[in-house]
Antibody, heavy 128, light 108 residues
Framework: EVQLLESGGGLVQPGGSLRLSCAASGFTFSNYAMSWVRQAPEKGLEWVSAISGSGGSTYYADSVKGRFTISRDNSKNTLYLQLNTLRADDTAVYYC?????????????????????WGQGTLVTVSS | EIVLTQSPGTLSLSPGERATLSCRASQSVSSSYLAWYQQKPGQAPRLLIYGASSRATGIPDRFSGSGSGADFTLTISRLEPEDFAVYYCQQYGSSPWTFGQGTKVEIK
């Protein structure tokens, strides 16, 4: 059974930093791209960042580029998100999410960046 | 960036009725890389549909997706009590991957 368990959220002052973690189990973690998706209170979903299975490719939304860093430790089956220079509008529940693979007959397996499994989320509150 | 606009914002229906939700993209979504999610209060989203029309594992066949290009539809053929929730579309054809703002299906 796929399980994703986020941790590391909390209350932080504007300009502060936080590191989120997502512990994965139930699948071969290194084979799959992973993402962070956030949801501000009473708002919709916003994709934040993604990382390939190997960790060699990373992607960011413009709203967090230069402030957030995604990484993974495949030996620990753990995904991370380092949040720096936090602002009030970063306040949200942060979900980690797994992306499935698709197979191309010419080029092999690739990540497909929709999200088939989600964690329960961790709340980050940025406030003084 | 592809902007997804969902309509209506809220759909008020009774159990047993048919729900039709729309998701319109600001430009064509390549290869129909469009997914739908359901979210209930206090819960994480759940994948319903990917590739515009393929049901995810374990999703009842009353949920169906259709469309291509820039216009997509999620249909719930007969609403069950557990289907009242917020629904989001998401495109994954080009980065940044974007979500619609959501449609709330509420009990009339």
């Amino acid at each position: 059974e796929v399980q994703l368990l986020e941790s590391g959220g909390g209350l932080v002052q504007p300009g502060g930093s936080l590191r989120l973690s997502c512990a994965a189990s139930g699948f071969t973690f290194s084979n799959y791209a992973m993402s962070w998706v956030r949801q501000a209170p009473e708002k919709g979903l916003e994709w934040v960042s993604a990382i390939s299975g190997s960790g060699g490719s990373t992607y960011y939304a413009d709203s967090v580029k230069g402030r957030f860093t995604i990484s993974r430790d495949n030996s620990k089956n753990t995904l991370y998100l380092q949040l720096n220079t936090l602002r009030a509008d970063d306040t949200a529940v942060y979900y980690c999410a797994k992306s499935p693979l698709y197979y191309d007959t010419l080029t092999g397996y690739h990540a497909s960046y929709y999200f088939d499994y989600w964690g329960q989320g961790t709340l980050v509150t940025v406030s003084s | 960036e592809i902007v997804l606009t969902q309509s209506p914002g809220t759909l008020s229906l009774s159990p047993g009725e048919r729900a039709t939700l729309s998701c319109r993209a600001s430009q064509s979504v390549s290869s129909s890389y469009l997914a739908w999610y359901q979210q209930k209060p206090g819960q994480a989203p759940r994948l319903l549909i990917y590739g515009a029309s393929s049901r995810a594992t374990g999703i009842p066949d009353r949920f169906s997706g259709s469309g291509s290009g820039a216009d997509f539809t999620l249909t719930i053929s007969r609403l069950e009590p557990e289907d009242f929730a917020v629904y989001y579309c998401q495109q994954y054809g080009s980065s940044p991957w974007t979500f619609g703002q959501g449609t709330k299906v509420e009990i009339k």
